[in-house]
């Protein structure tokens, strides 16, 4: 007997059990298509709320730093954008929020003495540039307009 | 796919989805399992099939990540030494028995390329193909496979070019 005539012989001796092959014939997939469903929409659902916790707890964590870390520019053609800005925070707790804007980059943080101080610098001082206007919106509702060029 | 033609090909191919798997994992519970979830994978496949052969081949090949699958979960990461085998078939002859037992003694990547060689019948590089290894590397495996059966077998195992 040759060798892949033995093997043949040795190993048709493996039968997968027929109970089983029916299960899946008989079940036609359609459970197992349900379960496989609605197992992927809680874990996305778990994955949303997840972020949604992490999102608000990081803010807790932050004094508000990442819903707060938004400047509100007006651009030349008098549009108002929302930038996401860099915050950071000195040895006493004051924050910076900075941004980066055309080519522009400009600073505000928090002074010792209250208010705020607004550092307008030309990332490429080479280039031509336009003056930006910065909203500071007040807790009373109202706003000021600080340009920098 | 009808129901008629689903029936078929998994009647029909069951038995060597479960030897693949068995070659991997070394037991009939797991191998079934892999059955199933073979079985399973074909019935939601939208793949247009070109033949028969192409249908084989993607079934055997879905056996292998299945199998490769299972083996690196953390809950099935562990070994089973011959001894323990418990679901060893009972063969009518020595010879068989012997070679059975000389097969599961190999290492796993022997195993599965002496069963894709000997039992379905593929050549070196088409199983180079499905398991996604060079086929220099199928030819070492297959002939230290074959040096180690030898050794074992003696006699029983026939001298190969």
């Not at chain 2, 090909?9 to 037991?27: E, G, Q, T, V």
């Not at chain 2, 809950?75 to 418990?86: A, L, M, Y």
Request: with cysteine.
């Amino acid at each position: 007997m040759s060798n892949k005539e033995l093997f043949r012989q040795t190993f048709s001796e493996l039968h997968a059990s027929e109970d089983k092959v029916m299960e899946v014939i008989n079940m036609k997939c359609n459970r197992k298509t349900k379960h496989f469903h609605s197992k992927r929409l809680i874990a996305v659902a778990a994955c949303v709320g997840t972020i949604l916790i992490a999102g608000v707890v990081a803010n807790a964590a932050t004094d508000g730093a990442i819903v707060d870390s938004f400047i509100t520019v007006i651009t030349q053609n008098g549009e108002e954008k929302e930038i996401p800005a860099e915050v950071s925070y000195d040895n006493d707790g004051r924050k910076t929020q900075t941004i980066e804007y055309g080519n522009k980059v400009v600073t505000v943080e928090e002074l010792e003495s209250g208010g705020s101080g607004y550092t307008f610098t030309q990332k490429d001082p080479d280039k031509t540039h336009d003056s930006i206007t910065i909203v500071h919106r007040f807790e009373n509702g109202g706003a000021m307009y600080i340009s920098g060029s | 796919m009808t129901d008629e033609e689903f029936t078929s090909i998994s009647l029909r191919y069951s038995d060597s989805i479960f030897r693949i798997a068995f070659n991997y994992c070394k037991n009939r519970a797991d191998s079934d399992d892999i059955v199933q979830n073979v079985l399973i994978k074909f019935y939601k496949c939208s793949k247009k099939f070109d033949s028969e052969e192409h249908i084989r081949n993607w079934l055997i090949r879905v056996a292998i990540n299945e199998s490769k699958k299972l083996l690196i979960s953390p809950f099935k990461k562990r070994t089973v030494p011959i001894d323990e085998i418990s679901d060893k078939p009972a063969f009518d002859n020595q010879e068989k028995s012997d070679l059975f037992d000389a097969v599961m003694k190999l290492p796993k990547k022997y195993r599965i390329v002496v069963y894709m060689y000997y039992y379905e019948d593929y050549d070196v590089s088409e199983i180079s193909k499905m398991l996604g290894v060079n086929s220099s590397t199928i030819r070492t495996q297959l002939s230290r496979a074959r040096s180690s059966l030898k050794e074992q077998l003696q006699e029983v195992w026939a001298d190969e070019q």
